[in-house]
Nanobody, 123 residues
Framework: QVQLVESGGGLVQPGGSLRLSCTAS????????MGWYRQAPGKQRELVAT?????????NTGDSVKGRSTISRDNGENTVYLKMNGLKPEDTAVYYC???????????????WGQGTQVTVSS
């Protein structure tokens, strides 16, 4: 069983910053990539940013947060971090941790999701 546990989030003032972290726990798995998606009320879930866990650390960033977000990872701790600056009210959403994980005993990869953490940008 693989679990993704998120931390961070909460209420942030416009123009402020946030830092989210997510740690994967479990056994007998390897991570292909980790990252973040978000979903605002009445909208579809959208990409924030993902990063591969290979040495290249390839990053894929959503258009709505380009230039305002930084994603990083600690492979040894199975943890991914997201920092966002210049937050706007439209960044208000539930932010979900995502991981593409290979389960050794199953011999296959699948997508895993955290429970989500609320980020509210408001004065």
């Amino acid at each position: 069983q693989v679990q993704l546990v998120e931390s961070g989030g909460g209420l942030v003032q416009p123009g402020g910053s946030l830092r989210l972290s997510c740690t994967a726990s479990g056994s007998f798995f390897t991570m292909n990539s980790m990252g973040w998606y978000r979903q605002a009320p009445g909208k579809q879930r959208e990409l924030v940013a993902t990063i591969t866990t290979d040495p290249e650390g390839r990053v894929n960033t959503g258009d709505s947060v380009k230039g305002r977000s930084t994603i990083s990872r600690d492979n040894g701790e199975n943890t991914v971090y997201l920092k966002m600056n210049g937050l706007k009210p439209e960044d208000t959403a539930v932010y979900y941790c995502y991981a593409d994980i290979h389960i050794t005993e199953l011999g296959s990869s699948d997508d895993y999701w955290g429970q989500g953490t609320q980020v509210t940008v408001s004065s």
